[in-house]
């Protein structure tokens, strides 16, 4: 024990610059960005308390007024220990911890006091703030990471558990953090839905008690509830104004959100991995890390705090986060499963002629014994299929560059089939029960990633594809089952860590993926929306939405994830989904994300071709200001019958503006649209485009010239009472 308390004590007396100030309470901490102070203060008990959350402070002679206890009741009714900064269980405070532990003696409280904290500059813009804290009883260490972006206004956390008993201990409650707030409301945004009707957005006021958003379903885990949410402090959160923080978990699997208002109205958020049915042993010397937890605050409003994300998360989160992004023509609403060799490769003319710069194979290319002809068989049997392709990826790669368009083929690593030769062959890799009923979800089971020689045979699919054919410039990576059938062969007498060890292994995998092939874009997809979390989002490119692509539908999924995600990162493909609308439509509801096409080019007339070919390249000169331009949303399809929504470029020079009218009411009043963004000093041009062939614009605003601060406070009408009708106009500021 000695030893290991002296080693501890050596890692932190390391190089690192120690950050804490001294008052006459003890050390006070202060994480910043250039909008927002998170502060926190030790009081004379040794522990660290939340002193204060919110706008950034001008005068460091301000904090020493700063209480290191959070205001309560007279007689302290609140909880005596205030807001403690990693609220621990098993001694005094009433509420929802963010800390459960059995010791190895069977204790289960833990008291954290405070050791220290460092600070290190990642970059000109972001600092880490690093917090130890230790048990005042038990050889337990707890750090805490702290990464403040100071221009995107976003603060990244998590937690990192170890300890030094003579035994193993057992963590049940492990958040990645808790913050606190005090104010006379708050009201909270969530985001639920399901298959084809991802991403509702509904609204309540918080009242005593907890309110809980969590998933149980392993793999597939946003498929319910997605893992991010909108704080309204002191009022709903409005798009353009009132103080809102945004938040979101950076964990591919069960996670947990509560929100706790106490007996005095203050309110506390805890946010981690769900702890349900995941117990977790930790062995001495090893650390437990949570996930990360990324938030952002705004007083302007959430149209703020989202550019703040999307600015985040292209400079750091998202893989690739500044690169561009592939335009492509998927097979899957062409062909389904009914293809041949021939049959693709013909599409891949149609690529190159619709102008894309990829051809995404899809589902039921592989399975030879049990052949992926539907969804009942061949999963896990990533051979290529000789009946449909007897010369192989090879040729399809060939063939792909003949045509002048790169290839990508779609995977889904993690699952299996009953019927299937792994199947057969290894029944010790499959998550399922040795004593009941098995029940299939999709007719397929889960892969156990949590047993390393999984996780080298799912590397193994993608690498093999890879040493083959380097060429492959894609990968379309889906997930459609949950977790079901609950029991881990590996794990053995170690169930209840099988949801945390599952997605550890699943980063492991990318890990390795990326360390190997880091050029190789990639799709993360889950049965439409299921996975769509900047976990994942550290190794992928983009996400697919959702498999619903009506056009109507997409407006609303479009709007609720850009809340949380940049353009670049959303798939959005035109499709043959509600034919009732217009090609144009649906061509300029996708062009607000990262496009593609998934329909067959025969089905179109020649001016519908024209039109798609000429949409292609205007999207791709437009795409530096629609991929990386800040995003601003000016009308919401849940309030109205239109929608619009703007890209505003670098240094103000260009903008795009998308208007849609869905299902107004006949002769229905419409009114002029504000534009945000612009430079009020700076004229602009307005040019509507993605027109017809032979069509000129009708509206009144083409060809006009006006200043941004016209644009901004007077606005223009941009609307119609057509049904499902769209407008994009170019703007352009004048030299």
């Given at each position: ?11 932190l ?31 004379p ?7 204060y ?10 904090l ?43 204790n ?15 970059d ?9 804290l ?7 260490q ?81 498929m ?38 106490d ?49 985040w ?23 389904y ?5 021939e ?7 149609e ?34 299929m ?7 990826i090879?040729?399809l ?20 089939n ?9 029944p ?33 699919v ?17 997930c459609?089952?949950?977790?079901t ?40 997809c ?12 550290k190794y ?33 493909h ?5 034919k009732n ?28 071709l ?18 990386n ?20 470029g670098d ?8 208007a849609?009218?869905i ?21 602009y ?21 006006y200043?941004?601060?016209y ?10 009472a ?11 500021a004048?030299d």
């Open positions: 024990m000695k030893k290991y308390l002296f080693l501890w004590l050596v890692m007396m390391g190089s690192w610059h120690m950050s804490a100030q001294t008052s006459t309470d003890g050390a006070l901490i202060r994480i910043s960005t250039d909008e927002t102070d998170l502060i926190y203060k030790q009081a008990n040794g522990r660290l308390y939340q002193a959350l919110g706008p950034a402070l001008l005068h460091e002679s301000d020493k007024h700063l209480s290191a206890f959070a205001k309560g009741g007279s007689d302290g009714s609140a909880g005596k220990k205030g807001w403690e900064i990693y609220m621990t269980s098993g001694a005094e405070d009433f509420f929802e911890p963010a800390l459960g532990i059995t010791h190895a003696d069977g289960m409280s833990t008291i954290l006091t405070y050791v220290s904290s460092e600070q290190k500059a990642i000109s813009n972001a600092t880490e703030t690093i917090i130890r230790k048990d005042d009883q038990y050889p337990l707890v750090v805490m990471h702290y990464v403040a972006y100071k221009k995107e206004n976003v603060i990244k956390t998590w937690t990192e558990i170890t300890h030094q008993e003579k035994k193993p201990i057992r963590l049940h409650r492990y958040a990645s953090s808790i913050i606190y707030f005090e104010r006379p409301a708050y009201y909270l945004t969530e985001f639920n839905g399901d298959w084809a009707k991802e991403m509702n957005m509904t609204t309540q006021q918080l009242q005593y008690g907890k309110k809980i958003l969590d998933t149980k379903l392993g793999t597939r885990a946003a319910h509830v997605y893992p991010f949410f909108e704080l309204g402090l002191g009022q709903p959160a409005e798009e353009h104004q009132g103080e809102v923080v945004l938040g979101t978990i950076g964990w591919t699997g069960n996670f947990r959100f509560t929100f706790e208002v007996n005095v109205g203050n309110l506390r958020v805890i946010s981690g991995i769900n702890p349900y049915a995941s117990h977790y042993e930790l062995e001495a010397g090893k650390t437990f890390t949570t996930p990360e937890f990324i938030f952002t605050r705004s007083e302007e409003g959430k149209g703020k705090a989202s550019r703040n994300l999307h600015q998360a292209r400079n750091y989160q998202l893989y690739d986060g500044k690169g561009d992004r592939l335009t492509l023509l998927n097979n899957w609403e062409n062909t499963f009914n293809f041949d060799q049959k693709l490769s013909t599409l891949m003319t690529a190159k002629s619709l102008g894309v710069n990829l051809f995404l194979l899809d589902d039921g290319w592989f399975g030879n014994e049990f052949p992926r002809n539907d969804d009942h068989a061949g999963l896990g049997d990533w051979q290529v000789k009946s449909k392709l007897p010369d192989g090879p040729y790669v060939k063939e792909a560059k003949k045509a002048g368009v790169k290839f990508g083929i779609w995977i889904e690593p993690e699952m299996v009953p019927k299937s030769n792994l199947a057969q062959k290894h010790d890799w499959i998550i399922r029960l040795p004593n009941r009923e098995t029940y299939y979800y999709r007719n397929q089971l889960v892969l156990d990633l949590a047993n390393p020689e999984v996780q080298d045979f799912v590397f193994g993608v690498d093999n594809l890879l040493m083959e054919n380097p060429e492959i410039a894609f990968f379309k990576w889906d459609n089952s949950p977790i059938n609950i029991y881990s062969p590996y794990l053995k007498d170690k169930q209840e860590q099988l949801y945390v060890d599952y997605v550890r292994g699943f980063y492991n995998v990318l890990d390795r993926i990326r360390a190997k092939y880091p050029a190789v874009p990639m799709m993360l889950s049965g439409g929306g299921g996975r769509c979390d900047y976990g994942a989002l992928f490119t983009e996400f697919w939405a959702s498999d619903n692509t009506d056009p109507v539908e997409r407006l609303f999924i479009q709007w609720g994830f850009s809340q949380f995600f940049p353009s670049k990162a959303i798939c959005a035109v499709t043959s989904w509600n609308t217009s090609v144009k439509f649906r061509v300029d509801v996708a062009m607000m994300c990262k496009m593609g096409f998934d329909i067959g080019l025969k089905d179109l007339n020649a001016d519908e024209t039109f798609c070919q000429e949409a292609v390249a205007t999207y791709h000169r437009l795409k530096p200001i629609i991929l331009g800040d995003f601003y949303r000016l009308v919401s399809p849940y309030d109205t019958e239109h929608m619009a929504v703007m890209h505003v240094n103000q020079k260009k903008a795009i503006l998308y849609y009218d299902h107004p009411r006949f002769a229905e009043s419409t009114y002029a649209v504000q534009l945000q963004g612009l430079d009020p000093e700076k004229m041009k307005i040019e509507e485009i993605n027109l017809m062939p032979d069509t000129e614009s009708k509206a009144v605003i083409n060809g006009q010239t200043s941004g601060d644009l901004m406070k007077v606005g223009v009408r941009v609307f119609s057509r049904q499902t009708t769209s407008h994009i106009f170019e703007i352009t004048l």
